[in-house]
């Protein structure tokens, strides 16, 4: 115990008529107050599901928690009455998603939508609500907050309609923010503007942040530690120094090199080979055997747990080691 937020071996299964995919495979990871964990991983990896069920929005059914807790101070969310569940969610812990024009309601001003969570949970005043929301969008750096608080999402950028998202998350002081996705949907330069306002307020705020992201390009400055996933589990967990400098993973070795460098001219980018895993047929022992480099025959047959490699780093590869190696030459 001790950490303010922990996901522990949590399964998730989807139940469709075409059968049961297994979306979340015994995933465990923790935050603690103040620090950035990103979560990484291929569309379909299960990184927004673990959040889902972290958030309680899970769409049920289909989706099943099949076991597993999700401990917030202590408290594992997954048993607390409903009435305490929406306590926590929101308040405690608060999330953004990838498009924000979705998120956002098209017919309400931006003031009156950052104000109705206050208006609502905190039994705010519309006068102060009003206040409060124009706070929050100075907060998140929306310029001339004060006169563009009664324009309508429509009127915004991608950029500035993802700042209003943001200001909406914070409006309850959460002591967790779960961005996922955040900076997708936008263009380059706005996602580098959208990155370094999470930072900050992450900073600021005393926030913890959990970043989820297909994109590893995008956590190196923002993120202490590293999850991976693949096919519903962590295949690597790291803190981000030595998970740049070595990885321990076949995955995360394809996924670091096919990352442009800008120091490399004229450089092969490596993609990885192969498709994501069909979740109604998981491959037998290593999910990653059908696409891995370093695959032996032990891995068709025998799954691979978490090899311990120091320094709180966990690999679920039989050659952990030997990859890690490798990857430091
Ligand atoms: Fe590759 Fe085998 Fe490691 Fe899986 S266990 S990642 S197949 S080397
Ligand atoms: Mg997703």
Known sequence: ????????????????NEGV?????????HLDAGETLAVLGESGSGKS????????????????????????????????????RRQVRGKEIAMIFQDALSALNPV?????????????????????????????????KIPAAARRIGD?????SGGMRQRVMIAMALALNPKVLIADEPTTALDVTVQAQIMDLLADLRRDLGMAMILITHDLGVVAGV????AVMYAGRIVEHADVRSLYRAPAHPYTKGLLESIPRLDVRGQELSTIKGLPPNLMAIPSGCPFHPRCPYVQKVCVDVVPHDLVLGDGRTSACHFAQEVRDDSAR
């Open 152 to 156: 309508y999402p429509h009127q915004f």
């Open 108 to 140: 309400f001003p931006v003031g009156w939508q950052i104000g109705e969570t206050l208006r609502q949970r905190e039994g705010m005043s519309r006068a102060d609500a009003r206040r409060r929301a124009i706070e929050l969008m100075d907060l998140v």
């Open 21 to 29: 995919a297994r979306v979340i495979n015994g995933v465990s990871y």
């Open 49 to 84: 599901v673990t959040a889902q069920a972290i958030m309680g929005i899970l769409d049920s059914p289909p989706a099943h928690v099949r076991s597993g807790q999700i401990l917030y101070q202590g408290r594992d969310l997954l048993a607390l009455p409903e009435e305490q």
């Open 1 to 16: 115990g001790g950490h303010l937020l922990e996901v522990r071996d949590l399964h998730v299964e989807f139940r469709t």
């Open 223 to 226: 993120a202490d530690r590293i």
